[in-house]
């Protein structure tokens, strides 16, 4: 059969997390993690960072201690946060309230592992109450289990979370050892089993597949949404072995043409600032892939005046790049010159330790695509380069010349880890998920086999129209003649399959 292949390392799934990662997280320079999955600020100094949440004893307001968390008890400021983030979110708050009655989700066991900030916490509330129906974990009020790893935590979001219900394991600055622990803590509850999964990036799918195979025969269907998640689902597809019907939400319209364009155009810029203070106006810089994401930050870098340099593995996407008036090149070609070097491609090892030798005193480093596989920052740990800390974030990485390099959140979602993402986008993401979370639970026997599908376009445009509202925009309909002309139903669908 086969060969299934995983992350860098295989360890990840036969290695059980130890003691020795339980360390403290106010690192040295010198110290700094080699495979960190905290997208996160990990350079705090406040004493909390003394004792891993792993060793801590806390209680919620409402008695529970099934969660874990850094500081409980900066969740009332998260729970303000996410109201502020609802008043950007009235779509998914509509389906919240549509929802109420039907309860579609009745007798669902969602586990999920996705970035934890206030706008996903949103949604993780929408689960996180009884409205949908859904069963609960025994003794708790919630069936979600949120952790974060090779994503950003937003920790009073997060701890907002808990007091809503929501089992939340995650904190800022995890560890690789504490990343598996929090999955594993999740997955493995006495009493209660998941039957739906809800993923980004696709390693709480394969840790349930690698180490509880016989719960992954019960899951009734995984939403995950994105590119690399994706990527593993289709190879188990291809291998046989995805037992499971799993829901494609990366390729749906409304993931890929808000989430992944205008939510990167606008956050691109926003990490670069808060981290660098750099002015673009002039700068050469190269962004590696030009997909959805890679054409939102060179759209918003061109419009600041950047000189904008993009590779591409796809002829398809080369050829929109150099219509939309960028150069296309091989990384190698202007290695040396450019000034900033933004990763977007959902591959591993894009910036290669060569690459890296290679770039002038000062250049910025970024990855604004998959986890912290793009850029080789493992690397980087050798005896002969020095890191050191420049604010939280920011490392210069010292070569023996003199010639320094700027690292951007060691090689993690530079939107996620430096910065915000704009409320609005993830509404639309996040309703997705949820529909394509109720599709797959409620469907009939035999609609959705053991494959991967793209969510239906029907509630595709069904997102998008839940969103319109908010512009007050004012859909045209067509008549009856009209759509007999061209052959669709007056109420949609009105993009066929493969678009």
């Given at each position: 059969?086969?060969?299934?292949?995983?992350?860098?390392?295989?360890?990840?799934?036969?290695?059980?997390?130890?003691?020795?990662?339980?360390?403290?997280?106010?690192?040295?320079?010198?110290?700094?993690?080699?495979?960190?999955?905290?997208?996160?600020?990990?350079?705090?100094?406040?004493s909390?960072?003394?004792?891993?949440?792993?060793e801590?004893?806390?209680?919620?307001?409402?008695?529970?201690?099934?969660?874990?968390?850094?500081?409980?008890?900066?969740?009332?400021?998260?729970?303000?946060?996410?109201?502020?983030?609802?008043?950007d979110?009235?779509?998914?708050?509509?389906?919240?309230?549509?929802?109420?009655?039907?309860?579609?989700?009745?007798?669902?066991?969602?586990?999920?592992?996705?970035?934890?900030?206030?706008?996903?916490?949103?949604?993780?509330?929408?689960?996180?109450?009884?409205?949908?129906?859904?069963?609960?974990?025994?003794?708790?009020?919630?069936?979600?289990?949120?952790?974060?790893?090779?994503?950003?935590v937003?920790?009073?979001?997060?701890?907002?979370?808990?007091?809503?219900?929501?089992?939340?394991?995650?904190?800022k600055?995890?560890?690789?050892?504490?990343?598996?622990?929090?999955?594993?803590?999740?997955?493995?509850?006495?009493?209660?089993?998941?039957?739906?999964?809800?993923?980004?990036?696709?390693?709480?799918?394969?840790?349930?597949?690698?180490?509880?195979?016989s719960?992954?025969?019960?899951?009734?269907g995984?939403?995950?949404?994105?590119?690399?998640?994706?990527?593993?689902l289709?190879?188990?597809?291809?291998?046989?072995?995805?037992?499971?019907?799993?829901?494609?939400?990366?390729?749906?319209?409304?993931?890929?043409?808000?989430?992944?364009?205008?939510?990167?155009?606008?956050?691109?810029?926003?990490?670069?600032?808060?981290?660098?203070?750099?002015?673009?106006?002039?700068?050469?810089?190269?962004?590696?892939?030009?997909?959805?994401?890679?054409?939102?930050?060179?759209?918003?870098?061109?419009a600041?005046?950047?000189?904008?340099?993009?590779?591409?593995?796809?002829?398809?996407?080369?050829?929109?790049?150099?219509?939309?008036?960028?150069?296309?090149?091989?990384?190698?070609?202007?290695?040396?010159?450019?000034?900033?070097?933004?990763?977007?491609?959902?591959?591993?090892?894009?910036?290669t330790?060569?690459?890296?030798?290679?770039?002038?005193?000062?250049?910025?480093?970024?990855?604004?695509?998959?986890?912290?596989?793009?850029?080789?920052?493992?690397?980087?740990?050798?005896?002969?380069?020095?890191?050191?800390?420049?604010?939280?974030?920011?490392?210069?990485?010292?070569?023996p010349?003199?010639?320094?390099?700027?690292?951007?959140?060691?090689?993690?979602?530079?939107?996620?880890?430096?910065?915000?993402?704009?409320?609005?986008?993830?509404?639309?993401?996040?309703?997705?998920?949820?529909?394509?979370?109720?599709?797959?639970?409620?469907?009939?026997?035999?609609?959705?086999?053991?494959?991967?599908?793209?969510?239906p376009?029907?509630?595709?445009?069904?997102?998008?129209?839940?969103?319109?509202?908010?512009?007050?925009?004012?859909?045209?309909?067509?008549?009856?003649?009209?759509?007999?002309?061209?052959?669709?139903?007056?109420?949609?669908?009105?993009?066929?399959?493969?678009?």
């Amino acid at each position: 059969s086969q060969q299934i292949q995983f992350a860098d390392d295989m360890q990840e799934f036969t290695k059980f997390p130890t003691k020795t990662g339980r360390r403290s997280l106010s690192r040295s320079i010198s110290q700094s993690s080699t495979d960190s999955y905290s997208s996160a600020a990990s350079y705090t100094d406040s004493s909390d960072d003394e004792v891993s949440p792993r060793e801590k004893q806390q209680t919620n307001s409402k008695g529970s201690s099934n969660f874990c968390v850094k500081n409980i008890k900066q969740a009332e400021f998260g729970r303000r946060e996410i109201e502020i983030a609802e008043q950007d979110m009235s779509a998914l708050i509509s389906l919240r309230k549509r929802a109420q009655g039907e309860k579609p989700l009745a007798g669902a066991k969602i586990v999920g592992c996705t970035h934890i900030t206030a706008q996903t916490a949103v949604s993780g509330c929408l689960f996180g109450g009884p409205g949908l129906g859904h069963q609960l974990f025994p003794g708790e009020e919630s069936p979600l289990s949120l952790w974060s790893g090779s994503r950003s935590v937003q920790q009073n979001s997060r701890d907002a979370l808990v007091l809503s219900g929501v089992a939340v394991f995650a904190w800022k600055g995890e560890s690789e050892d504490d990343f598996w622990w929090c999955i594993d803590r999740c997955v493995n509850v006495d009493g209660w089993q998941a039957n739906m999964i809800l993923d980004d990036g696709g390693d709480l799918t394969h840790w349930v597949y690698k180490k509880y195979p016989s719960v992954f025969k019960k899951i009734r269907g995984i939403v995950e949404e994105s590119v690399t998640g994706v990527h593993r689902l289709y190879q188990l597809s291809k291998a046989g072995k995805l037992c499971v019907p799993a829901m494609n939400v990366n390729d749906s319209v409304t993931k890929q043409k808000f989430d992944n364009l205008y939510c990167c155009r606008e956050s691109i810029l926003d990490g670069l600032k808060r981290t660098t203070d750099v002015m673009f106006g002039g700068k050469q810089v190269v962004v590696c892939g030009y997909g959805e994401v890679g054409k939102g930050c060179c759209a918003a870098l061109k419009a600041l005046g950047a000189i904008v340099y993009v590779t591409e593995i796809d002829p398809i996407c080369a050829l929109q790049a150099c219509m939309d008036g960028f150069r296309v090149v091989k990384l190698s070609e202007v290695i040396r010159q450019v000034d900033v070097v933004i990763t977007c491609t959902g591959n591993k090892n894009v910036v290669t330790r060569e690459h890296l030798d290679r770039m002038k005193n000062s250049c910025i480093v970024c990855n604004m695509g998959h986890s912290n596989t793009e850029i080789d920052v493992t690397s980087l740990r050798t005896p002969e380069l020095t890191w050191e800390r420049v604010r939280s974030q920011v490392d210069h990485v010292i070569w023996p010349d003199g010639k320094r390099v700027v690292l951007l959140a060691e090689g993690r979602l530079l939107n996620l880890s430096c910065s915000t993402v704009p409320t609005f986008v993830l509404s639309i993401t996040a309703t997705t998920q949820a529909l394509a979370l109720i599709e797959l639970y409620n469907a009939p026997e035999g609609r959705y086999k053991q494959d991967v599908y793209l969510l239906p376009k029907k509630m595709d445009e069904y997102v998008a129209s839940l969103h319109l509202p908010s512009f007050d925009a004012h859909l045209t309909e067509l008549t009856d003649d009209q759509a007999k002309y061209l052959g669709l139903n007056k109420n949609g669908p009105f993009k066929p399959n493969y678009y």
